[in-house]
């Protein structure tokens, strides 16, 4: 089983649709967690950190359920520029080991 | 400016040749990662290094080595052990602890031919 998994995609949504991206993670020793951008033959960008509590940054909302091992990131009023891949991020507990998922792909169409 | 750079940006390497991927960063950062992407691929973690003259293997560690002699400088070689080596690399950056995020250089597409 891999460490962090994302399905794939990719997800076609229209502009103005509300999209949501589920990944799950297998060691509990995960301390911190990340949603990365990356869009197509470039490096991955922080897109936000995702906090306990859940936290939201204009249009995008992360949630964490740490019971369930269980990271969700949902985008409102989806515009075209929305469209790439979105990486779940995982940092093991003392080690600064940095483990990303499959990536799940958005492509938001007119 | 602050930044990670990778070079060169385009690597093409005969079969059986060993090639070295540069990784350079001036943001005072303790750790540095290298990954590897394959196409429609997630990013697997080849080697990790928290500080100067210490580094772990990540999970597809066979046919990769590295050097941590500086903060600022963590270089990739890609042997002729590693199978399969057409991929794109990407170096990675942060500040040790768990709540920091990580920044990546553009990155360097390797090619066997």
């Known amino acids: 089983r891999k460490e962090v998994e994302q399905d794939p995609g990719p997800f076609n949504v229209p502009e103005g649709a509300t999209v949501a991206f589920n990944c799950t993670y297998s060691n509990s020793a995960s301390q911190s967690f990340f949603w990365y951008r990356q869009d197509c033959r470039k490096e991955p960008k922080l897109l936000m950190s995702v906090y306990s509590s859940g936290n939201e940054d204009g249009r995008f909302t992360a949630q964490l359920n740490r019971a369930s091992q269980y990271i969700s990131l949902l985008i409102r009023d989806s515009k075209l520029s929305d469209s790439a891949t979105y990486l779940c991020?995982?940092?093991?507990?003392?080690?600064?080991?940095?483990?990303f998922g499959t990536g799940t792909r958005l492509q938001v169409f007119p | 400016d602050g930044g990670i750079t990778q070079s060169p940006k385009y690597l093409f390497r005969k079969e059986g040749q060993n090639v070295t991927l540069s990784c350079e960063q001036n943001l005072n950062h303790d750790a540095m990662y290298w990954y590897r992407q394959d196409p429609g691929q997630g990013l697997r973690l080849i080697y990790y290094s928290q500080i100067v003259n210490d580094f772990q293997k990540g999970d597809i560690a066979e046919g990769y080595s590295v050097s941590r002699e500086k903060k600022e400088s963590f270089p990739l070689t890609v042997t002729s052990a590693q199978k399969n080596p057409t991929a794109f690399y990407l170096c990675?950056?942060?500040?040790?602890?768990?709540?920091?995020?990580?920044?990546f250089g553009q990155g360097t597409r390797l090619t066997v031919v």
């Open positions: 991020v995982v940092n093991i507990y003392n080690t600064d080991k940095l483990i």
């Open positions: 990675a950056s942060s500040y040790t602890g768990a709540s920091h995020q990580a920044f």
